[in-house]
């Protein structure tokens, strides 16, 4: 059993991927984004279901919906001049500004949304051969996490972002 599952190869490590942001016309901190990113999460995704009964037995039948949550979080390691977070909080506030509370527009003209594209590398970081990336179309900031100091730790500060999106493709994998 061993040799087999040794004969199987290696396994897919998550610390191994790249992110594509393209630049936002207005925020040029965005350009050192891709270093900073500490970890990214594919949103799971499906159909929704219903279930049809009749008699004693129950069926689950796929529903007429796409099941997606429609945003994604990656956290971030806040650079020392906070370039990159004030990148962020400046295209958060291009959407939604917290202290005006003005809500900006949501076409394509104001440049608001863009596609961000993940995929699997090797440890050269090279993409992995045969296995495509996960596009997710008209992404904008949605959300800017919460910044935590402590006097105690030493470590670096990270951020959440959330990015919420109109569609995921993933039928290039």
Same mark, same amino acid.
């Given at each position: 059993?061993? /040799?087999?599952? &040794?004969?199987?190869? =290696?396994?897919?490590?998550? #610390?191994?991927?790249?992110?594509?942001?393209?630049?936002?016309?207005? !925020?040029?901190?965005?350009?050192?984004?891709?270093?900073?990113?500490? #970890?990214?999460? !594919?949103?799971?995704? +499906?159909?929704?279901?219903? /279930?049809?009964? &009749?008699?004693?037995?129950?069926? $689950?039948?796929? +529903?007429?919906?796409?099941?997606?949550?429609? /945003?994604?979080?990656? =956290?971030?390691?806040? =650079?020392? &001049?906070?370039?990159?977070?004030?990148?962020?909080?400046?295209?958060?506030?291009?959407?939604?500004?917290? #202290?005006?509370?003005?809500i900006g527009n949501d076409?394509?003209?104001?440049?608001?949304?863009?596609?961000?594209?993940?995929?699997?590398?090797?440890?050269?970081? %090279?993409?992995?051969?045969?296995?495509?990336?996960? $596009?997710?179309? +008209?992404?904008f900031c949605q959300n800017?996490?919460?910044?935590?100091? %402590? &006097?105690?730790?030493? =470590?670096? !500060? @990270?951020? @959440? !972002?959330?990015?919420?999106?109109?569609?995921?493709?993933? @039928?290039?994998?």
């Amino acid at each position: 059993m061993v /040799e087999t599952i &040794y004969n199987m190869g =290696d396994d897919a490590f998550a #610390n191994l991927f790249n992110i594509s942001i393209p630049p936002i016309a207005f !925020i040029d901190q965005l350009t050192a984004t891709i270093i900073r990113v500490q #970890n990214f999460t !594919i949103p799971a995704s +499906g159909a929704n279901t219903y /279930e049809v009964h &009749y008699k004693t037995h129950k069926i $689950t039948k796929p +529903g007429g919906k796409v099941d997606v949550p429609n /945003e994604f979080t990656f =956290d971030i390691r806040v =650079d020392r &001049y906070w370039l990159v977070y004030k990148g962020f909080v400046a295209w958060k506030n291009a959407v939604a500004n917290t #202290n005006t509370g003005s809500i900006g527009n949501d076409n394509i003209l104001d440049n608001n949304r863009v596609p961000i594209t993940v995929w699997a590398v090797d440890a050269s970081g %090279d993409p992995i051969p045969n296995v495509g990336s996960w $596009t997710f179309k +008209g992404c904008f900031c949605q959300n800017v996490g919460d910044v935590g100091f %402590d &006097y105690t730790s030493g =470590d670096p !500060i @990270t951020v @959440t !972002i959330t990015m919420g999106f109109l569609t995921m493709d993933d @039928t290039l994998l």
